[in-house]
Structure formats: structure tokens, C-alpha cells
């Protein structure tokens, strides 16, 4: 049988006679802009890669795909590695890697792959970036969500028609991005209800024989989003939920701990070591320095340049103008500066002394904002670590005005080639009516 190794947080090894391969490595480290830190030490060495086959990402979010953990695998190793990633339009994961001297191949959609010994792997993709994967070992099959949204039980039923039955399951547990500002702790409470719900849909239809939890071994370290800590699901809270499930075998693994699938398993030395990481916390809190207007102004032009260089501009100029106003613009105050600026696309960053604080569609630090505009990431980061504070309404007027480099960041660009894009036109659908949106979203 083979054996599943835990390294942390979203990261496991599933070995299988000479055939060894790893899951999401994020070892150690910072990150999404020093908002997320791992909940516990990681046993997983860099020199341990020499004894496996294959690495599997499976988004490009940081805490599953980390290019300065992956740089520091031991380069003697590299070739000796495949690794494997969903397709996508721009292949700059698998690109990355390559450079990096990586044996690289893509995963078509739902197509097995062999990697020998018997174990053979399969990719699904899931909207809007995530995937999950599907492991067999000599019929033994073991599938990790991950992130994956599985919000309803008719996505769950949909699911299992691409995995068929599955004896492992591996999901994530807990909220894991902005989730209201400080005060709102009763919405993040709600959060993290629904996130067992989704565990709940999962374990319902697809009916695996052992549950593990995953994703989620993770808390918000810096001193602008510690509040969230407040309301997360914590792992045993999560094995006493699935009790009432009997018939699904739920534990933990603590990094370091390996199970030989269908084995018997006693989960509880992890848990008791969870609990002592949970009440331990973040020791030193992140914090980070201002950034001057002149520093801000300078990133923001340079973001302007990065979207005309990759966009039609004359098709984004139309797509701003009524009735579509897909792009507009935003205030933004700066906490740190006591200062509040507006930014749009075609007018880039400036001061508004006109406007107070409170005036403000959101609100965040000169830092935060700087990386919103140095990488086309930024927003999705600034999502997750969640350093800032808004309203709902406020929180969308900032996404539409920096939601051309989000779609840069997926590897398309704006023009007329959009129109033959299903997932660009269901979210077009959904902004000028959320009813259309959806009976686009069944049909594409």
C-alpha cells in the first residue's frame, strides 16, 4: 500500500514503490505580503526532494506554489523531478520551473497520467484558477481539494461524476481570506460554519472512507489582520464536527507523520500538538513601513504602462464608456498617511484632500496599495491577507479598477478575443445582470 507523509499545511506525500510525489510545498517562509504564516514547524527537509519523482501545484497562490521554497530545492535534484500543473494560457508556472532545470508537463483536463509504479494521477480544474487532483495507487484512490469550492451539494454531485468513487478525501476547512473588517466577527463566524458546511456536501456525495484535514494549518500574522484569527475553525473543532459522520474515518497528521493508507490511524498526539501551535499564536506580529506619494505615484505609472503594453487599448477605452463601465475609478485613504488618493486606468494616482478618511470606498496602508499596483497578483494577495478595511460596495469599486491586471494575471488580455472566452463572458453577464450571469454560468 502506499504511504502518505505530511509536510504542512497543504502539503502531503504520497509514495508508492519508487514513485514519490508531493503535493503543494510551502515549507516555511511569510507569505501573501507577510499576511499569512504556517501554523506549526515543517519536518520536511529541502534535501528529502532527492527521494521523490514528482511535485504537484495546484494554483499560484504562495502557500501552494512558493518560488523561494522552490529555489531552494538542491538543484542536483531538479532533474530528477517532474513537475506537473494544470494547462493554462500562459504557462508561466511550468515555465518558471523549467528555467529552474525541472522536468515540466501540463495536465490536460480529466486525463489520467502515469507516473509509474502503479500510481497514476488526474487534474480537474475548478473556476477560477484552483484545481484538485486525483491519485491512484493500485485502486486506491486519494483526492485533494485543497481550495476548492464545493458550495453546494449539486457541485459535490458534479464533482463526482469527473473523480468517481473516492476512499480519501483531503479539503480545506477554515475561511482563508477577508472575511468583514474588526468588528464583524459574527460574518467570520458565519464563514466559518459554511466552511464546514462545504466539508459537509463533500463528505455526503462523495462518500470517502477517511477524511483528513488540509488548507487550513495557517494564521493571519500581521498586525493589520490578526483579527481574523479570532473565528477560525481549528482542527479538532473539525474532527468533533465530522463525528457525526460514523461511517468516515477523520483524523489529523501533524508534519512529520506518515500513514499507510487503510491502516489504522490515532490522530490524537497530532491534535494535542495542534492545540499547543493554536495557543502559542504569532509570536511577532508582521508590520510594514510607509511608502512615500512620489514612490506610490512612480509604481502606479508603471502599472498604467504594463496595461497598455499588454491590452487593446482602444477596446478597453470602449469597455469604460456607458453602458458597460467595466473599469472605473476608486478612493482609497492611506491609513499610514493620514492621506486620500483616487486611482483609475487612464488617469492613474492622485491626491483627493476633498475627501476624508470615512469618505473613502476603502481603506489600507501606503504599502498595501503599493503592491496592488507593482504586481498583477497584488489584488488577489491583498485579498487574502486581507490588510484593509471596507465596505462591500467599496471592496467592488476597488476590484473593477484594477480588474484589467487581474486579467492579465490569468494570461489574457483585453480585445476582441474575449468574446470567444465562456468565463469572461459570464462574469460580463453578472455585471450588467446578476440573473443573466447565472443562466449563462449553467449553460457555459
Same mark, same amino acid.
Given at each position: 500500500?502506499? @504511504?502518505?507523509?505530511?509536510?504542512?499545511?497543504?502539503?502531503?506525500?504520497?509514495?508508492?514503490?519508487? +514513485?514519490g510525489?508531493?503535493?503543494?510545498?510551502?515549507?516555511?517562509?511569510?507569505?501573501?505580503?507577510?499576511?499569512?504564516n504556517l501554523?506549526s514547524?515543517?519536518?520536511?527537509q529541502y534535501?528529502?526532494?532527492?527521494?521523490?519523482?514528482?511535485?504537484?501545484?495546484?494554483?499560484?497562490?504562495?502557500?501552494?506554489?512558493?518560488?523561494?521554497?522552490?529555489?531552494?530545492i538542491?538543484?542536483?535534484?531538479?532533474?530528477?523531478?517532474?513537475?506537473?500543473?494544470?494547462? +493554462?494560457?500562459?504557462?508561466?508556472?511550468?515555465?518558471?520551473?523549467?528555467k529552474l532545470?525541472?522536468?515540466?508537463? @501540463?495536465?490536460?483536463?480529466?486525463?489520467w497520467?502515469?507516473?509509474?509504479d502503479?500510481?497514476?494521477?488526474?487534474?480537474?480544474?475548478?473556476?477560477?484558477?484552483?484545481?484538485?487532483l486525483?491519485?491512484?495507487?493500485?485502486?486506491?484512490?486519494?483526492?485533494n481539494?485543497?481550495?476548492?469550492?464545493?458550495?453546494?451539494?449539486?457541485?459535490?454531485?458534479?464533482?463526482?461524476?469527473?473523480?468517481?468513487?473516492?476512499?480519501?478525501?483531503?479539503s480545506?476547512?477554515s475561511?482563508?481570506?477577508?472575511?468583514?473588517?474588526?468588528?464583524?466577527?459574527?460574518?467570520?463566524?458565519?464563514a466559518?460554519?459554511?466552511?464546514?458546511?462545504?466539508?459537509?456536501?463533500?463528505?455526503?456525495?462523495?462518500?470517502?472512507?477517511?477524511?483528513?484535514?488540509?488548507?487550513?494549518?495557517?494564521?493571519?500574522?500581521?498586525?493589520?489582520?490578526?483579527?481574523?484569527?479570532?473565528?477560525?475553525?481549528?482542527?479538532?473543532?473539525?474532527?468533533?464536527?465530522?463525528?457525526?459522520?460514523?461511517?468516515?474515518?477523520?483524523?489529523?497528521?501533524y508534519?512529520? &507523520?506518515?500513514?499507510?493508507?487503510?491502516?489504522q490511524?490515532?490522530?490524537?498526539e497530532?491534535l494535542?500538538?495542534?492545540?499547543? &501551535?493554536?495557543?502559542?499564536?504569532?509570536q511577532?506580529?508582521?508590520?510594514?513601513?510607509?511608502?512615500?506619494?512620489?514612490?506610490?505615484?512612480?509604481?502606479?505609472?508603471?502599472?498604467l504602462?504594463r496595461?497598455?503594453?499588454?491590452?487593446?487599448?482602444?477596446?478597453?477605452?470602449?469597455?469604460?464608456?456607458?453602458p458597460?463601465?467595466?473599469?472605473?475609478?476608486?478612493?482609497?485613504?492611506?491609513?499610514?498617511?493620514?492621506?486620500?488618493?483616487?486611482?483609475d486606468?487612464?488617469?492613474?494616482?492622485?491626491?483627493?484632500?476633498?475627501?476624508?478618511? @470615512?469618505?473613502?470606498d476603502?481603506?489600507? +496602508?501606503?504599502?498595501?496599495?503599493?503592491?496592488?499596483?507593482?504586481?498583477?497578483?497584488?489584488? @488577489?494577495?491583498?485579498?487574502?491577507?486581507?490588510?484593509?478595511?471596507?465596505?462591500?460596495?467599496? =471592496?467592488r469599486?476597488?476590484?473593477?479598477?484594477?480588474?484589467?491586471?487581474l486579467?492579465?494575471?490569468?494570461?489574457?488580455?483585453?480585445?476582441?478575443?474575449?468574446?470567444?472566452?465562456?468565463? =469572461?463572458?459570464?462574469?460580463?453577464?453578472r455585471?450588467f445582470?446578476?440573473?443573466?450571469?447565472?443562466?449563462?454560468?449553467r449553460?457555459?
Amino acid at each position: 500500500m502506499a @504511504d502518505i507523509t505530511w509536510v504542512n499545511h497543504a502539503s502531503f506525500v504520497v509514495e508508492h514503490g519508487r +514513485t514519490g510525489l508531493i503535493c503543494d510545498p510551502w515549507l516555511e517562509g511569510t507569505i501573501f505580503n507577510n499576511g499569512w504564516n504556517l501554523l506549526s514547524p515543517t519536518c520536511w527537509q529541502y534535501s528529502d526532494f532527492k527521494r521523490l519523482t514528482h511535485i504537484w501545484f495546484s494554483h499560484e497562490h504562495p502557500d501552494h506554489f512558493s518560488p523561494p521554497n522552490i529555489q531552494k530545492i538542491p538543484e542536483a535534484s531538479r532533474s530528477d523531478l517532474e513537475v506537473l500543473y494544470q494547462a +493554462t494560457h500562459d504557462g508561466k508556472v511550468l515555465n518558471f520551473c523549467r528555467k529552474l532545470g525541472f522536468r515540466v508537463r @501540463d495536465l490536460r483536463p480529466l486525463e489520467w497520467t502515469e507516473l509509474g509504479d502503479s500510481m497514476r494521477v488526474k487534474c480537474g480544474t475548478f473556476p477560477p484558477y484552483d484545481s484538485w487532483l486525483l491519485i491512484d495507487t493500485a485502486g486506491f484512490k486519494i483526492l485533494n481539494l485543497n481550495d476548492c469550492q464545493v458550495k453546494t451539494p449539486e457541485v459535490a454531485r458534479m464533482l463526482l461524476k469527473q473523480t468517481g468513487p473516492i476512499d480519501v478525501l483531503l479539503s480545506q476547512f477554515s475561511y482563508a481570506c477577508w472575511v468583514g473588517n474588526p468588528e464583524d466577527r459574527e460574518g467570520r463566524r458565519r464563514a466559518a460554519r459554511r466552511a464546514l458546511e462545504q466539508v459537509s456536501y463533500q463528505i455526503e456525495v462523495l462518500k470517502p472512507r477517511y477524511f483528513i484535514p488540509s488548507a487550513s494549518f495557517i494564521l493571519f500574522s500581521h498586525e493589520e489582520n490578526q483579527y481574523l484569527n479570532d473565528s477560525i475553525n481549528r482542527v479538532d473543532a473539525v474532527l468533533e464536527f465530522l463525528k457525526k459522520y460514523p461511517d468516515v474515518k477523520a483524523f489529523s497528521m501533524y508534519p512529520g &507523520d506518515t500513514w499507510t493508507v487503510g491502516s489504522q490511524y490515532d490522530g490524537n498526539e497530532a491534535l494535542s500538538k495542534y492545540a499547543h &501551535d493554536y495557543e502559542r499564536g504569532v509570536q511577532s506580529p508582521h508590520r510594514s513601513e510607509s511608502v512615500t506619494f512620489g514612490d506610490l505615484e512612480e509604481v502606479a505609472e508603471k502599472h498604467l504602462v504594463r496595461l497598455r503594453e499588454k491590452n487593446n487599448w482602444n477596446c478597453v477605452k470602449m469597455a469604460a464608456m456607458p453602458p458597460a463601465r467595466l473599469f472605473g475609478e476608486v478612493s482609497v485613504f492611506l491609513t499610514d498617511c493620514s492621506q486620500t488618493v483616487r486611482f483609475d486606468i487612464f488617469r492613474g494616482l492622485r491626491l483627493a484632500p476633498e475627501l476624508k478618511g @470615512d469618505d473613502a470606498d476603502i481603506a489600507m +496602508t501606503s504599502a498595501s496599495l503599493a503592491f496592488v499596483l507593482k504586481f498583477e497578483w497584488g489584488f @488577489d494577495t491583498l485579498y487574502v491577507n486581507a490588510r484593509f478595511r471596507a465596505s462591500g460596495e467599496g =471592496f467592488r469599486r476597488f476590484e473593477r479598477s484594477i480588474s484589467l491586471a487581474l486579467l492579465n494575471n490569468t494570461g489574457r488580455a483585453f480585445g476582441p478575443s474575449l468574446l470567444l472566452d465562456p468565463s =469572461f463572458c459570464y462574469a460580463a453577464a453578472r455585471h450588467f445582470s446578476p440573473k443573466i450571469g447565472a443562466i449563462l454560468k449553467r449553460r457555459l
